[in-house]
């Protein structure tokens, strides 16, 4: 049946941190006894008040029919609100607001608006999986500019300058980072924003879905910068910081044309997202933000276990991430070694081998552009934190 199928299609690699899940799913339903640290999703239940927001809005019987495409009235204008006031978005406006099925179905909806055949698309790498595959498919080539362990997996304003050519159209980058979890400061930022500024029709895309995690005090935003408004779409959502990953809620901040534009995509593709959840979605963004701010806080004790543990193991080679919920260790001491059947050649063979002694899932660099490096989510109780790096230095220790 493959040769009915579209090239795109079949040329599109499928999700790496999906994909071992998958697998990982598919070993506990045999009985096995995995932890899963692939996927990046909270191990934290969606906070009361916001599930009761939900519940309200099916009691009030008002939200069954079809919601407006770029979302619900009030709650662009509560996201327009937080961003003037908590990001220091001066010009946000619930008109620059359109929400979406997930901050992913945000980054798609752009890329399929900017994007013509043959634009190139700077990525800051390592960089989350979907990226390239969301740029290929609309017809863009991305470009990686890389970071390394030395410097916090953090690529540089001068490495920007250096990769755009008269066919770049965008950038993009995550800051929290998925999956490094390391932070670009002001600085780093205002640096990137004068070389973008020196581009005619050169936009950032400005990735700040794990906003609310962030451990260097709070985020800053790239388009709070003179001139940067109407050069950036702002992503974010409500997945990470309030623990809604199955709510499906997302958003852009975007120069009006653009998000009257990524609207308009939207109402071929999707219509507006579900009703229920954008009640759910406002309860969240306007409401108490404790709970929040006490799932950041059991992250960073999570972090600091993670650390502690990860530095024990001979071989491991990490720097420490400031934010999100991730590490991102260099594996290449374990290159070139046997255990027990496997011979470890890269990462992916490495996430494999742990995979099936360690009954461990982590998901290989390989799909975030660094090759050298697995990536560890301690989205996970500390019990299963413990128990799994118990496991990882066992599973190593057998390689030779």
């Known amino acids: 049946m493959n040769s009915i199928l579209s090239d795109r299609i079949l040329n599109m690699e499928e999700s790496a941190t999906l994909a071992m899940a998958k697998k990982a799913r598919e070993l506990k339903s045999q009985g096995i006894d995995i932890i899963g640290l692939s996927l990046g999703e909270p191990d934290f239940k969606t906070p009361k008040h916001i599930q009761e927001a939900a519940k309200a809005a099916i009691d009030e019987e008002k939200y069954f029919s079809y919601p407006p495409v770029a979302g619900y009235q009030d709650l ?40 013509n055949e043959g634009d190139e698309v ?13 740029i290929k498919l609309a017809g863009g080539v991305p470009v990686l500019i890389e970071g390394t362990l030395e410097n916090n997996f953090k690529a540089t304003a001068s490495q920007l300058e250096a ?13 929290p980072c998925n999956p490094t979890g390391s932070v670009f400061s002001q600085a780093e930022l205002e640096a990137i924003a004068e070389v973008v500024k020196k581009r005619e029709n050169l936009v950032v ?9 962030n451990y260097t005090g709070k985020n800053f935003s790239i388009a709070s910068l003179p001139g940067m408004f109407e050069r950036t779409i702002t992503v974010n959502g409500f997945s990470k910081g309030y623990a809604m990953t199955g709510w499906r809620v997302g958003y852009i901040c975007a120069p009006l044309a653009i998000a009257k534009a990524v609207e308009k995509i939207q109402g071929q593709f999707t219509s507006g997202g579900t009703g229920i959840a954008q009640r759910a979605a406002l309860a969240g963004i306007a409401g108490d933000q404790q709970s929040s701010k006490d799932m950041a806080d059991a992250y960073f004790k999570r972090r600091g276990i993670v650390l502690e543990l990860l530095q024990d193991i001979p071989g491991i080679k990490t720097h420490i991430p400031e934010g999100a919920f991730y590490f991102f260790p260099d594996v290449t001491a374990f290159f070139g070694k046997s255990a027990q059947g496997h011979t470890v050649k890269d990462a992916d063979d490495l996430c494999l081998y742990l995979l099936d002694i360690a009954n461990v899932s982590l998901v290989t660099g390989a799909a975030f552009g660094a090759p050298n490096c697995v990536r560890l989510s301690y989205a996970a109780s500390e019990e299963e934190l413990v128990e799994a790096l118990k496991r990882i230095k066992k599973a190593l220790g057998e390689l030779a």
């Open 76 to 115: 662009r204008e509560a996201i327009a609100k937080k961003l003037r006031e908590e990001n220091n978005i001066s010009e946000a406006k619930a008109e620059n607001i359109v929400v979406s099925t997930g901050a992913k179905h945000s980054i798609a909806n752009t890329f399929m608006c900017l994007i």
């Open 122 to 134: 700077v990525i800051f790498s390592p960089y989350w999986v979907s990226y390239a595959e969301i």
């Open 163 to 175: 990769a755009l050519t008269d066919k770049t159209k965008a950038i993009i980058y995550s800051s």
């Open 205 to 213: 895309i400005a990735d700040e879905i794990y906003e609310l995690i």
